[in-house]
């Protein structure tokens, strides 16, 4: 494959929402992966009730997890944690990763999507239960890097 080939892949994705391709052509493999960020952010708050307050995290919580990765889902689907209902979970809090091994599998439109971490560390949270419904974007697992 060449690079203006490349070049030009990446310019078709700049106007799409599509944030993962994976071509394979002739012996090559081509994987081009993005991010996209939100160019905004609306925060909806509640009425507060009188005497109710809402629990303060510490600043050691709010340090500690700003240090943390956190791997978003890049579709919407169906989140699971196992190949299957009868195998292990991919990960468990605690397990060290590496870049590119997989933590789950999102299913969307009963295709199997394998979701792979983007840097070596370990499990500190998984933010999703088995079998939910995940949102494009939405946070799936945070990772203290190695």
Known sequence: MELDEIKQLIELLKGTDITELQIEREG??????RE????????ISSAKKPGVTAPKES?????????????TSPIVGIFHRAPSPESPPFVE???????????????A?????????????VVSK??????????????????EPA
């Open 28 to 33: 090559s493999k081509l994987k081009i992966r």
């Open 36 to 43: 996209k960020y939100l160019s905004s952010f609306e925060a």
């Open 59 to 71: 600043k050691e919580e709010v340090a500690e997890e700003s240090k943390l990765v956190t791997i």
């Open 93 to 107: 809090v605690g397990n060290t990763v590496k870049k590119g091994q997989v933590l789950c599998i999102v299913e």
């Open 109 to 121: 439109m009963k295709l199997m999507n394998e979701i792979e971490c983007d840097t070596d560390g």
């Open 126 to 143: 998984i933010l999703v239960e088995n079998g939910q419904p995940v949102e494009y974007g939405e946070p799936l697992f945070l990772i």
